[in-house]
């Protein structure tokens, strides 16, 4: 079977989770609870997601190019939060190895967030069958 350029972004956008998820696990501190949700959910959360997503990229499954662009971009969005109020919480911290580790899974949710809207933009540019918008939103029922 040969790699996709998609089936990559699938393996790295896994990797670069559970490297997130790594960090995370390495560095928690609950001093603000929500934060600790956002952050824990969206990597935990996002392992799975992968993982499922990985072996129907690998057991040649087809998957729907929607849910697929749909967790892309919550993906996007969800990383980008996390490392956004990561580096929020931290920013005005004492200089130490405990808020470099904050800032470095920041910086790893950044790059993950990226790398979720890079695979979002190939995956409907690869795509020439997927419908305008507007149909895109009537196939969900929300315009009709």
């Not at 559970?18 to 390495?26: A, E, K, N, R, V």
């Not at 072996?55 to 998957?63: C, D, K, N, R």
């Amino acid at each position: 079977m040969a790699i996709s350029r998609l089936s990559f972004i699938k393996f790295l956008e896994l990797a670069l989770t559970c490297i997130c998820f790594g960090i995370h696990y390495i560095s928690f501190e609950c001093g603000d609870i929500h934060r600790a949700i956002l952050t824990t959910g969206t990597f935990f959360g996002f392992i799975i997601v992968m993982i499922g997503l990985a072996a129907g990229y690998v057991l040649q499954a087809p998957i729907d190019i929607r849910i697929d662009i749909f967790f892309s971009l919550i993906g996007c969005t969800l990383f980008v939060a996390s490392g956004a109020w990561t580096i929020e919480a931290y920013q005005h911290s004492s200089k130490g190895e405990y808020r470099d580790m904050q800032f470095g899974k920041a910086a790893m949710a950044f790059i993950n967030g990226a790398v979720f809207l890079v695979d979002a933009i190939l995956t409907f540019s690869m795509n020439g069958d997927l419908p305008t918008f507007e149909n895109f939103l009537t196939s969900f029922n929300w315009l009709s």
